[in-house]
């Protein structure tokens, strides 16, 4: 064979091998096997986001606002694997009012602000104190879960709840003082809220009536001389009365409460 000769065979077989490999890597990348730029590593800032700020589309309005409350909701501390069940929750035809989603976290310490209202509408993540019911535990840390749908058992209930149609005075929930600084707060309201799901099924009015109001045992005052922890409840959601009407207001109609422990499976406490 002559030198030419060789050059031309050497360059068909070249040219067959990387003809079966392109079709070998096809294969293996229509099998989700390897990726498309795979070579090139994901920076650090995209990993961290990518794994504490999840960037599902949400089938809920103001799409522009999801990803920025997103990442307020993670700054806050908020469980972001929760957040992620209620915003997809949040798409169900069971809420009539999707342009604000809470989410409350019962793993917090009862001194951190822990029950996040996430504003789709303004793009705004806030923060609050909240109670949880006595039969959850100490005034510290919820600690107890199981048997929230239960008649009598004082426990804030877990998993997802509607919002009543509006807030609404009701008598002894009025008015609230704050013994230690002196400060009053009336025309206070109250909010029902109803569970969706069968396994929270009997939180309503006609069952176990849980509510969102204020008390006095969750004032600035009282969370200052209780080393920042609030009082408990009979299983409602309160709030300071400072900010009670306002997030009343702002949730009312029919949004998404998401009641949750951490990131754990509401399935865990059944």
């Avoid at 068909?12 to 091998?17: D, I, P």
């Avoid at 206070?188 to 109001?213: A, C, F, P």
């Amino acid at each position: 064979m002559s030198l030419n000769q060789a050059i031309k065979s050497r360059s068909a077989s070249l040219s067959a091998l990387r003809s079966t490999l392109l079709v070998v890597a096809l294969v293996f990348q229509s099998a989700g096997l390897i990726r498309a730029q795979e070579s090139s590593p994901m920076p650090e800032q995209e990993k961290k986001s990518e794994t504490t700020a999840p960037r599902a589309i949400y089938k809920l309005p103001f799409p522009e606002n999801h990803s920025k409350v997103i990442d307020q909701a993670a700054a806050l501390g908020a469980p972001m694997l929760a957040l992620h069940k209620a915003l997809k929750e949040a798409e169900s035809s069971s809420y009539k009012k999707k342009d604000v989603v809470s989410l409350f976290d019962l793993s917090q310490h009862a001194s951190k602000k822990r029950y996040y209202t996430i504003d789709l509408k303004a793009g705004v993540v806030l923060a609050y104190h909240a109670s949880h019911g006595k039969g959850n535990g100490g005034h510290e840390k919820a600690t107890s879960f199981r048997g929230f749908n239960e008649t009598g058992s004082n426990k804030t209930p877990l998993g997802p709840l509607k919002t009543g149609g509006a807030g609404y005075p009701y008598d002894g929930y009025e008015y609230v003082k704050d013994e230690v600084t002196g400060k009053s707060y009336s025309g206070q309201m109250i909010l029902d809220v109803i569970g969706t799901k069968k396994y929270n099924s009997n939180i309503h009015r006609e069952g176990i009536w849980v509510v969102i109001h204020t008390k006095w045992y969750t004032t600035e005052g009282y969370r200052k001389t209780n080393n920042g922890v609030l009082g408990r409840s009979l299983g409602c959601i309160v709030f300071d009365p400072a900010y009670n009407n306002k997030i009343i207001s702002r949730t009312q109609g029919g949004s998404l409460i998401y009641i949750t422990v951490g990131n754990d499976s509401i399935e865990k406490y059944l």
